[in-house]
């Protein structure tokens, strides 16, 4: 369980990462209301096509490749209704499922005689990186840290993104501020990290793809693709015969 812990943060920064709780230019005007990107600077453009896009129910899939290594994602979530499923490779098969503050989690690593594992977020610490892991409101990202853009054509656009930026964007109670800063470390240039976007008619970001060139192990390339927005997303708790609570031990570290 504890070398499923850092993995599982990873899956779910993939899979929120591109900008929950991102700063516009206008902190006053909710996503669903700010202007058409057409009215916005490219930057802006962008940033608000997150805020779009994660503003209700949507599908997502992500996928994060470092030299032969890659993770694969693919799923669902609701952040108003506190929902997701997520499955996917990391490298291991792992599958994700959060309602409430019930969190199930099924994968090679656990430790346990059941195929899932059930934690109760609302038992483990406000520092928990797990439990941060599922705050859809503390979660920012490579958006956050969005330095110029530009639009291409077709809905496309390309920038810059700096990540000490986006690590000061991040919430400080986020446990994801320590993730980007660590990012920081590995990079190259930390504060030029190039990024790809495309927006839809609706400026709801559809496509999101950055490469951190790091010292140490060659290019980290991340792409991330939303669809479905506004589909109802429906999460079911695993079989009751397949799933244990985790112990109290387990709290210790989560």
């Known amino acids: 369980m504890r070398r499923l812990i850092p993995t599982l943060s990873i899956v779910l920064a993939v ?21 058409a990107p057409s009215k916005l600077e490219p930057a802006a453009a962008v940033k608000q096509g997150m805020d779009r896009s994660l503003a209700g129910p949507v599908s997502m899939a992500a996928s994060v490749k470092a030299g032969n290594q890659s993770i694969t994602l693919s799923g669902k979530m609701d952040p108003a209704a506190r929902a997701i499923q997520i499955s996917g490779k990391a490298p291991e098969p792992i599958e994700v499922r959060l309602i409430g503050d019930a969190a199930y989690i099924k994968s090679e690593s656990m430790e346990g005689e059941k195929p899932w594992m059930k934690i109760d977020l609302s038992k483990l610490k406000p520092s928990s990186t797990l439990r941060q892991s599922f705050d859809f409101k503390s979660q920012t990202g490579l958006i956050g840290g969005v330095v110029s853009a530009q639009e291409v054509g077709g809905g496309r656009y390309t920038g810059v993104a700096d990540l000490n930026k986006a690590a000061e964007a991040a919430s400080a109670e986020a446990g994801m501020r320590e993730g980007i800063e660590s990012s920081a470390k590995l990079a190259k240039d930390p504060t030029a990290i190039p990024f790809e976007a495309t927006l839809d008619a609706d400026g709801r970001m559809t496509v999101l793809s950055y490469t951190i060139a790091t010292k140490s192990l060659g290019d ?19 079989p009751a015969g397949d799933t244990e609570a985790a112990s109290d031990e387990m709290y210790a570290f989560l």
């Open 15 to 35: 899979a929120l990462v591109g900008g929950c709780g991102t700063n516009s230019d206008n902190p006053g005007t909710s996503a669903s209301a700010a202007p």
């Open 220 to 238: 980290l390339v991340t792409e991330m693709r939303m669809s479905d927005f506004g589909q109802p997303v429906t999460v079911q708790a695993p």
